[in-house]
């Protein structure tokens, strides 16, 4: 296991920065019977939220995602589809092209956290990545509206563009969302709770955090690389919060560090390494 975590962290290492030119780098499959709206309408968003990614989350090639509509979504499955595809269900009624790119960018989150290396909270911080997902989404959904204001994905969709503003924007007035006064108080309080449960609250305590999460990325976009790094630390038996974003911090290459390291600060937690090797490869070798 340690081998595959190793080698993984080098592959991730060798990301480039930016790239010239911004396209999918995964396949995205649209499957199943979907609810008054074309399969093409749908890979058209979706697409659209992948490549709006590229250039700050970076190239790292990925094995294709199914996508399909289905009520118990939005999730990531933990089983691979017969092709060996990454499954991803929506909850989608319609052209609702906002909620599309709003759920599909969550879940491309977690694809990207490699969330298959730590199941079923095995980790006791699933909410933590929870968190980072929907701080993920609704900064990608901005991205998407900027970008549909002049390259929508066809021409007649430049009308659209407002409306996916409107959507992140009723999302960060909800109240619940509202940033603590006292990151670290606030975590004291709910610790055992997001622990016990990742979505406790309805997520409400998700989407708090998130909050926090979207404005540490928002001074520093770039470092949205870092969400490739997610879940490769080695579990103990008594594997802490402050023990997973050391390691989130370990195995991320310093120039895409800074949000964790205040994030760290905020939290009140150690941190471990105050140097880091480039590129992993102190990791490795």
Request: net charge neutral.
């Amino acid at each position: 296991m340690k081998k595959l975590l190793y080698s993984l962290a080098l592959l991730l290492c060798l990301l480039p920065n930016r790239l010239a030119a911004f396209s999918p780098t995964v396949e995205i499959h649209i499957a199943g019977k979907w609810r008054h709206v074309s399969q093409l309408d749908v890979k058209a968003v979706l697409d659209s939220a992948v490549t709006v990614a590229i250039p700050y989350v970076g190239a790292r090639t990925m094995e294709p995602i199914q996508v399909r509509n289905h009520n118990k979504g939005p999730i990531s499955l933990y089983e691979r589809s017969p092709a060996q595809e990454y499954v991803v269900l929506l909850d989608i009624d319609g052209a609702y092209y906002a909620q599309m790119a709003y759920q599909f960018s969550h879940e491309y989150c977690h694809l990207r956290s490699n969330y298959d290396l730590a199941p079923h909270n095995i980790t006791r911080q699933q909410w933590f990545e929870e968190a980072l997902c929907e701080a993920f989404s609704l900064f990608n959904l901005e991205q998407m509206a900027k970008q549909w204001e002049s390259h929508p994905p066809y021409p007649s969709w430049k009308a659209y563009a407002p409306e996916l503003k409107k959507y992140v924007a009723s999302l960060k007035k909800e109240q619940h969302r509202r940033l603590a006064p006292s990151l670290k108080a606030w975590y004291e309080m709910y610790r055992n709770t997001l622990e016990e449960n990742p979505y406790a609250q309805n997520r409400q305590l998700n989407e708090q955090m998130a909050s926090h999460l979207l404005g540490l990325f928002e001074k520093y976009p770039q470092s949205w690389q870092a969400i490739n790094y997610v879940n490769l630390g080695e579990i103990t038996q008594h594997y802490t919060f402050s023990d997973y974003l050391n390691d989130w911090l370990f195995y991320t290459p310093t120039q895409w560090q800074q949000p964790i390291r205040e994030l760290l600060q905020e939290l009140g937690f150690e941190q471990k390494y105050a140097v880091k090797q480039p590129c992993c490869l102190s990791v490795i070798f």
